[in-house]
């Protein structure tokens, strides 16, 4: 079975805070994903990672960066945490040739 | 551009009732078309998937049918139970699967 972990279930972190969301595979994906989900809004596209190394930003990177130093993990990276960054976080993984796979998520909030 | 319209929830159910929640989409090419379940307090599990137009995709009593003129992917299942509370999101992929597009999702609540 494919398995997506991510670093932590719940997190809280006061505004202005550097926040690290880490996310690891184990079926050798090339493929990984950073969404949030917020009521309402379905999921969002934060970023993407087709490679070790490379990365393409999705519909709403702003306030974000990523890092994918291998290429099982991919980390998603608050620079500088605001309040309307409060959210679920979820990563997946995935290939060229088939669905996605998702992580139990993240639940970030920022007071 | 591709994009995925889902019916509004909740929706509200009785054990044993039939369900359907409605799923349209706008794409490119031909998309792959998929419906994911999110239960409480977890990520998001595939359900059920189609590849191509007429194929029908089908996993624990539910089914849908990729419907090309009608450009729907509705999620049907004859008797829910209780445990099949939870979101459903459908979501299309293009033909490299690298980039996904979410609905909005729909809440479903099974009461006994």
């Known amino acids: 079975d494919v398995k997506v972990t991510q670093s932590s279930r719940y997190l809280v972190k006061r505004t202005g805070e550097k926040v690290f969301l880490e996310c690891v595979q184990d079926m050798d994906h090339e493929n990984m994903f950073w969404y949030r989900q917020d009521p309402g809004l379905g999921l969002r596209l934060i970023y993407f990672?087709?490679?070790?190394?490379?990365?393409e930003k999705g519909d709403i990177p702003e306030g974000y960066s990523v890092s994918r130093e291998k290429k099982e993990r991919f980390s998603l990276i608050l620079e500088s945490a605001s309040t309307n960054q409060t959210s679920m976080y979820l990563c997946?993984?995935?290939?060229?040739?088939?669905?996605?796979?998702f992580g139990p998520g993240t639940r970030l909030t920022v007071l | 551009g591709n994009s995925v319209t889902q019916m509004e929830g909740p929706v509200t159910l009785s054990e044993e009732a039939f369900l359907t929640i409605n799923c349209t989409y706008t794409a490119t090419g031909y998309p792959s078309l998929f419906w994911y379940v999110q239960y409480p307090g977890e990520g998001l599990q595939l359900l059920l998937k189609?590849?191509?137009?007429?194929d029908k995709g089908s996993n624990k009593g539910f089914e849908a049918t990729y419907r090309k003129e009608t450009t729907s992917f509705h999620l049907e299942k004859g008797s829910v139970q209780v445990s099949d509370s939870a979101v459903y999101f459908c979501a299309l992929s293009g033909v490299n699967f690298n980039k996904f597009y979410f609905g909005s999702g729909t809440k479903l609540n099974v009461k006994p």
């Open positions: 189609a590849t191509k137009a007429d």
């Open positions: 997946a993984s995935g290939t060229s040739a088939r669905e996605q796979f």
């Open positions: 990672s087709y490679d070790v190394k490379m990365k």
